[in-house]
């Protein structure tokens, strides 16, 4: 199971940090997380993940936040954050936390990629 909490509502070039705490059987160091976002209207959009450490454990951005956004992991804590700064108005969206358990060779930027998922936090960005 995983639990996201951090979203809220601030002005455009502010800051948040979204948490994402994971809970199971799975050991978390093996899985490859990830932030996706849901605007309005709109599909569910990759933001960022992660791999295990073994695959490189580095992170991997869309274009529309690379550069502000920074994902990590905090494997003793079985948390993964996502770091975002500089926020814009378009960034304001439901951020979701997911998790998967395979590894795939491609960059695993689709929803479909990944098996479990947080309910979600609201981050409203303000113009």
């Known amino acids: 199971q995983l639990q996201a909490f951090g979203g809220g509502s601030v002005q455009a070039g502010g800051s948040l940090r979204l948490s994402c705490a994971a809970s199971g059987r799975t050991s978390f160091r093996t899985l490859t997380l990830a932030w996706f976002r849901q605007a309005p209207g709109k599909d569910r959009e990759f933001v960022a993940n992660?791999?295990?450490?073994?695959?490189?454990?580095?992170?991997n951005y869309a274009d529309s936040v690379k550069g502000r956004f920074t994902i990590s992991r905090d494997n003793p804590r079985n948390t993964v954050y996502l770091q975002m700064n500089s926020l814009k108005f378009e960034d304001t969206a439901v951020y979701y936390c997911g998790a998967a358990e395979r590894h795939l060779a491609g960059p695993m930027i689709r929803a479909s990629d990944y098996d479990s998922w947080g309910q979600g936090t609201q981050v409203t960005v303000s113009s």
């Open positions: 992660i791999r295990r450490s073994a695959y490189g454990g580095t992170g």
